[in-house]
């Protein structure tokens, strides 16, 4: 994630620059600070001043402005009003411009970052400075003030208004439309700052002078994008970033003579299409990340001759990218083939430093391009050409997509930012890499490359960040051992490591380390434990073994993660350094009690030791003191009771102590721990009532109790939001009895309710990173299974196994999105209940080994996503329902049930002697149906037809 958040930050960087300059530099050059020569009216002299008074004015800070992106704008303050007095002349005030002519009317205030603090009345003084032609009020904080009427009224004469950063709201007045002299209006980052359609319609239509607009960080969210078609032919920059823009943006303003700057960025449901024709030649930056334009980059795009910054990234783009044609045909020098010079207007300075310069020009069709973003899209085929043979090329992100074939040699050494990841790359890592000397960032993984990365060769100073990780058929090479300046390397899944790299010996500047999946065995050498700068440290998935006593860590203070899981790490498991946030130590060898000093990590937030050995000991009454958001200790020998005390205070979100020797009471203190989403205490020893007052938990998902010695009724008086959010809820093979909780039922609206697909993926693991996956086991079609990503999408009831008695609730029919229910061995009678028909997600219904009577309701042929059914040892009768998937259940979904007839049973009709003698043997097999004798039996005949109980994943999520 770090990298991603580097790219789009620097990237972004590198365009504000470029778009604020166009406007900083003609505000510039109008600015004059001091004109001694002339005497300021008297009366905009008191304008001025009462304007100064009405504000409150803080005491300068060290900074002034606000964070955008990641970069600080105006971070020096001025506090140009603490000097302005009636005994000087307002044309020498800091900030204050007069006009040439002699009259001392003031036509400029260059106000920004000025620290005025308080609301801007319509009444201001400030409206009386009719000569006004440059306004800038910028990043200051005028305290949700309304933008007045009177700007477009009192101050017609302005050329150039800014007005961003200072905590306007409201609607723009439509009396901004009468300004028609405006250069330059910039409202941005004003964020309760709205638009009408009627009055950006107006604006368009009168403001034909205007050269520069920037609404970026306002809501256009009423805004049709057919507003801006009659924009003024002299526009040279747009920019509306993060606007709440929707609809079909026209593509013919990309085709405007003047224009510069077009950043559209931030705005996820504005639709597009690049032209296929008239782009504009003096388009120098096209930012459209982040937006849902789509189709393909056409070849016309080379029209855009200066085109420096093209950002396409998180789009829905597709096709293959252009390669340009080709004018003139390669040359042969000795035995070399000199490439194609395919491409035009190649710069002077170019030329002058190809080796071929004597005989061809090559030539690029975008020779201005800095930077390329393309990120997050769906382009195939080859990196076209052009993009490895542009000059000035400093910035390429191509990741995420499905580029293919080689990567070939960068012709130019200007790269800074090369990011290739994620696409199906092959073949050898070009050679000119090894050439960029100013080189920061380089990643290639997740790709098919191969061949040889020889680091001895890589000693770029520049190179921060290194990553290869996921290509399984790339080795490195490195025999001689030398500091460099790398803070990232990311070398998992690599061909074969074997062993941690020895290079990694004096890497001292080394912050962030993935040596994940690498199959690296033995011992971790000493030396690994000095680097001391270590941040991230991810050597999940290998063969390393031994003990990792304690000490070794004590020298990485900085360390923040340590991921060790799936190794054979022995012994107790190691206290981590002081500031460890996420410790990840799951299926390991580690045995042994959980040390007490461990709390000593005030800031731990995930705490996995989970599939391990550890026994002999209760789990540490400290844990639930800290900070911890996730305690897995699944799969140990931890004995004894849970700890009793959780603090008021506590931020656990999940809590999974499955498959251990609990026992005890469940603590009534987990009401403290208001984020719970998880609670899996599943296969212990614990023992008492169901825990009723965890209803007071409203954000609860999931809820596994299986297999422990619960037992009495289910409280049925839940009030309205008790257990609203369960999504899982596994209280199987225990002793709970009487009838079941109908009102439960009632309250789990989270699986009433019918979810949005496309919003899953937001789901799964909310609050937390990429460090840690919910993981739990359910039974699932008859068969254990575990459940990890996408984990909330699973919506289950699993109550079998008790003694539930009574009649199955009508109200289960409400939970329109359940996928399993199972409530076998029980002893519910009565009918199945007709409302279970309108389960139309249900994929498993298993009530077999009850005391069910009747038919089996028709209702149920509507399932039509069922693929498991299991209603064998009751005493159904009648026909079987026909059609859908009922015509692929065999009859192991129907044993035990002697009045049951009809397909995959014998006919309704069939001799009545062979149902006498069914019959019969039923009766003389009565005595031996104790609960249990039966289970084997029937379930290695489950009933999953042929749809089918080979399930590996739930497909249609």
């Known amino acids: 994630m770090a990298p991603v958040m580097i790219s789009h930050c620097f990237l972004l960087f590198l365009f504000l620059s470029s778009s604020i300059s166009l406007i900083v530099n003609s505000q510039q050059q109008q600015h004059h600070h001091h004109h001694h020569h002339h005497v300021c009216d008297p009366k905009q002299s008191l304008a001025l001043l009462q304007f100064k008074n009405a504000f409150f004015q803080p005491t300068p800070s060290s900074s002034c402005g606000q964070y955008l992106h990641g970069t600080f704008y105006e971070s020096t303050p001025h506090y140009r009003l603490s000097k302005w007095n ?198 120098q930056t096209l930012v459209l990340s982040f937006t849902n334009f789509s189709g393909e980059i056409p070849n016309s795009i080379s029209e855009a001759k200066v085109l420096s910054y093209l950002g396409l990234s998180f789009c829905n783009f597709n096709g293959e990218v252009p390669d340009f044609e080709t004018h003139s045909n390669p040359l042969i020098m000795g035995d070399q083939l000199v490439p194609n010079c395919v491409f035009n207007n190649f710069t002077q300075q170019t030329r002058s430093s190809s080796s071929f310069t004597n005989l061809c020009s090559v030539h690029t069709p975008l020779p201005n391009l800095i930077s390329v973003n393309l990120r997050g899209n769906s382009f195939t085929g080859s990196i076209p050409s052009w993009i490895f043979s ?142 001391g700068n270590l941040k991230f440290l991810d050597l999940s998935y290998n063969g390393l073994s031994g003990e990792l006593p304690s000490s070794c860590l004590s020298n990485m203070n900085n360390l923040d993660t340590l991921m060790l899981k799936s190794n054979r790490f022995s012994g107790v498991i190691p206290i981590p350094p002081p500031n460890i946030k996420y410790y990840i130590a799951s299926e390991n060898q580690f045995d042994g009690e959980i040390p007490h000093s461990i709390c000593l990590a005030v800031n731990l937030d995930i705490l996995n030791l989970s599939n391990n050995r550890m026994s002999g000991g209760t789990i540490p009454s400290c844990l639930t003191n800290i900070s911890l958001s996730v305690l897995d200790l699944k799969g140990n020998n931890f004995i004894g009771t849970i700890p009793t005390l959780f603090s008021t205070g506590c ?45 007071g938990v409203l954000d609860l998902r999931v809820l596994i109790l299986r297999s422990n010695q619960f037992y009495g009724h289910i409280n049925n008086s839940f009030n309205k939001d008790s257990f609203s959010n369960l999504r899982i809820i596994d209280l199987s093979h225990n002793d709970f009895s009487g009838p079941l909780p109908s009102n439960l039922f009632n309250n789990m609206r989270a699986i009433q309710e019918l979810e949005n697909m496309s919003s899953h993926s937001f789901l799964v693991n909310r609050g937390l990173d990429q460090y840690y996956e919910d993981s739990i086991v359910i039974s699932l079609k008859g068969l254990e299974r575990s459940l990890g990503i996408n984990l909330f999408i699973w919506k289950t009831i699993d109550l079998s196994s008790n003694d539930f008695n009574g009649e199955i609730p009508k109200e289960i029919g409400t939970l329109r999105s359940l996928l399993g229910l199972n409530l076998s061995h029980n002893k519910l009678r009565g009918g199945i209940p007709t409302s279970l028909g309108s389960l139309s997600n249900l994929e498993w219904l298993d009530l077999s080994s009850n005391q069910l009577f009747g038919s089996i309701p028709p209702q149920l042929v509507s399932l039509t996503f069922l693929s498991c059914l299991n209603l064998s040892q009751n005493e159904l009768s009648g026909p079987i329902p026909k059609g859908t998937q009922f015509g692929t259940f065999e009859n192991s979904s129907y044993f035990g049930n002697i009045g049951l007839c009809g397909n995959p049973l014998p006919k309704c009709d069939a001799d009545q002697n062979e149902h006498k003698s069914q019959l019969l043997q039923k009766e003389e097999e009565d005595d031996s149906y104790e609960k249990g004798i039966w289970v084997k039996a029937v379930f290695i005949g489950y009933g999953c037809g042929m749809v089918f109980g080979m399930f590996i994943g739930y497909v249609r999520f």
Not at 480 to 497: E, F, R
Request: charged share 15%; net charge negative.
């Open 86 to 283: 009636e005994s000087t002349d307002c044309c020498s005030w800091d900030g204050v411009e007069c006009d040439d002519d002699g009259q001392g009317h003031v036509v400029g205030l260059h106000l920004g970052c000025s620290l005025l603090h308080g609301t801007l009345h319509p009444n201001s003084t400030l409206f009386t400075l009719s000569h006004l032609k440059t306004l800038n009020l910028s990043f200051n904080h005028f305290s949700q003030s309304p933008i007045s009427p009177k700007f477009g009224i009192m101050l017609t004469n302005l050329r150039v208004l800014d007005l961003s950063c200072s905590s306007f709201q409201g609607q723009v007045p439509m009396q901004i439309s009468y300004l028609s002299n405006l250069v330059s209006l910039n409202l941005s980052s004003n964020f309760d700052l709205t638009f009408s359609n009627v009055v950006m319609n107006q604006l368009v239509h009168n403001l034909t002078n205007l050269r520069d607009l920037q609404l970026s960080h306002t809501d256009l969210s009423s805004i049709t994008p057919t507003s801006f078609i009659n924009f003024s032919l002299s526009l040279q920059s747009l920019d509306l970033t993060l606007s709440s823009l929707s609809g079909n943006f026209p593509n013919h303003i990309f085709s405007f003579p003047n224009l510069n700057v077009l950043n559209l960025q931030l705005n996820p449901e504005l639709d597009g299409h690049l032209p296929m024709a008239n782009w504009s030649k003096s388009l």
């Open 651 to 695: 931020q656990l979100r999940s809590l999974d102590l499955n498959d251990n020797q609990i026992e005890g009471e469940l603590p009534q203190s987990l009401l403290n721990c208001k984020n719970l989403q998880i609670l899996d205490l599943g296969n212990n020893n614990i023992t008492g009532y169901f825990p009723y007052w965890l209803k």
């Open 390 to 531: 542009s000059p000035n090329l400093k910035i390429l992100n191509l990741d995420d997509n499905n580029f293919s074939g080689f990567m070939r040699d960068f012709s130019s050494n200007s790269l800074e930012y090369l990011n290739l990841s994620n696409n199906n790359l092959q073949g050898e890592i070009s050679e000119s890499i090894y050439r960029q000397l100013n080189l920061v960032y380089l990643a290639l993984q997740s790709n098919n490359m191969s061949g040889v990365l020889n680091l001895d060769r890589l000693r770029i100073p520049s190179l921060r960040s290194l990553q290869i990780s996921n290509n399984s058929r790339l080795s490195i090479f490195s025999t001689n051992v030398s500091s460099s300046n790398l803070t990232n390397i990311g070398m998992a899944s690599l061909n074969n490591l074997g062993k941690i790299p020895y290079f990694l010996r004096d890497q001292k500047n080394l912050e962030n380390l993935y040596l994940s999946n690498n199959q690296m065995v033995g011992k971790i050498p000493e030396w690994f434990f000095e680097l």
